[in-house]
């Protein structure tokens, strides 16, 4: 679906793209009609470069032919843009710094954390798999009070896209690294929440093929295994 005029919304992206995913399912839940084009991340479109000459990647939001680039920046663009549909972000002052502040960890260590486990072996994947852990017990102590008891696509925040973003691949990482990552005895809370939100209809919409995702993901990991030692 897509608007016209000067309201016109158009989102750059790639499939697997974690940050692609997380806008796509905000414009989702937030009921905002959009255009979405395919990138080919070996073969950028002119158009592509053109929106984020910065860093060439993608997502990129282009609302009223203005392009908007990071994943982030874009969902608070989303949120103070449109007033229909669910908050992202919440009014009160402390929580909405708090949301911001485990949405940031969300991005910036538990992403990481996830791929180092695809793409190394041996002791360098048993350091990765650990610190995974790690981060998912301080996620899960930290953000207890943003789990909301009944999720659904009118609670999910800011917080909780960036976490289904992130752990929408769970499952492919396990197959691919052979390891389990998600544990109901260790991580409770996450799991049962992680559970809740992969029965989110937007959530459904915008979920990668498993078996296409493995493929992807096998594929980043033996080039990383491949690649010369440093």
Known sequence: ???????????????????????????????????????DLKNKSPLLLKYNPVHKKVPVLIHSGRPIAESIVILEYIDDTWKNGPKLLPEDPYRRAQVRFWTSFLHQQLSESMIKVVKTDGEAQESAIKDAFEKLKVVEEGMAELFPATVGSENLGLHGIVMC????????????????????????????????LFEISEVREIKPDHDKMVGLLQFIRNNALQAPKA
């Open 1 to 39: 679906m897509e608007l016209e005029g000067e309201n016109k919304v158009k989102l750059h992206g790639m499939w697997a793209s974690p940050f692609s995913l997380r806008v796509e399912l905000a414009l989702k839940v937030k009921g905002i009609p959009y255009e979405y084009i395919e990138e």
């Open 165 to 196: 973003s992130i752990l929408y691949v769970f499952e492919a990482v396990e197959d691919v690294a052979g390891v389990k990552l998600m544990d109901p005895e260790k991580n409770p809370l996450i799991f049962s929440w992680v559970k809740a």
